[in-house]
């Protein structure tokens, strides 16, 4: 346990030169992007908890009322959550409460978006947040290009035989390595001359079938 927002505030201002070098109007720009949460878990530093830490209360007996002290964790599981923006799945602890969350705003990329920095108690969240931003930020200052149905047209024509020749090549790669192409072409030719034969025979019956009676007593 630890008393996290006051200890990132001095960290802060030391960093920025002191309490003498910072003003009292960056002080209360700095107050509302640090968390105000006065006790987070060691562990949440690792994950996302939405702001689900540990608490204390007492454990009543039922016979005498006896009360002894107790603690309740959170309900905390790791789970691979997809970034679009990343185009990866990002493994994090996360609890319960922070997956309904998460799935309220319609993905991780959403609810570190629309979550503010006051309300990010733990450092991999804000370090996820501005990491994000930073991600978006870039992409909403690249050009777009649109191209026309005969252009897309013709790139999934290049990948269909881009994806046909991988495919050929890798038949070919098995062929060479295992070595049963030989034993394949003989088993096809012989598949081939089987299905000869029995074109011929079969052709050979029908012939016979038709011929008529004063044939067959010519024949006998």
């Known amino acids: 346990m630890a008393f996290r927002g006051k200890e990132m505030m001095k960290k802060v201002i030391k960093k920025m030169g002191g309490e003498s070098k910072v003003g009292p109007v960056m002080k209360a720009k700095l107050e509302i992007c640090i968390p105000d949460t006065n ?32 603690s309740w964790k959170p309900n905390v599981q790791g789970k691979r959550l997809f970034s679009y923006i990343l185009d990866r799945h990002i493994r994090v602890k996360v609890t319960t409460h922070a997956l309904r969350c998460i799935d309220k705003a319609g993905g991780i990329d959403e609810y570190l978006l629309k979550t503010p920095y006051h309300k990010m108690d733990t450092e991999m969240g804000l370090f996820w947040k501005a990491k994000i931003e ?49 034993k394949h072409k003989q088993t096809e030719e012989g598949s081939e001359e089987d299905h000869v034969k029995n074109e011929e025979a079969a052709s050979l019956g029908e012939g016979s079938s038709h011929d008529t009676p004063e044939q067959l007593i010519a024949n006998s």
């Open 39 to 70: 006790v987070v878990m060691g562990r949440a530093k690792r994950g996302l908890f939405a702001g689900r830490h540990i608490r204390f209360g007492n454990q009543v007996s039922e016979d005498g009322g006896n009360k002894s002290r107790r």
């Open 134 to 182: 930073k991600l978006y930020e870039e992409l909403g200052q690249m050009e777009v290009v649109f191209f026309s149905t005969e252009d897309e047209a013709k790139f999934e024509q290049g990948f269909k035989d881009l994806r046909l020749a991988e495919r050929g090549a890798r038949k070919e790669a098995r062929r060479q390595m295992y070595g049963w192409s030989g």
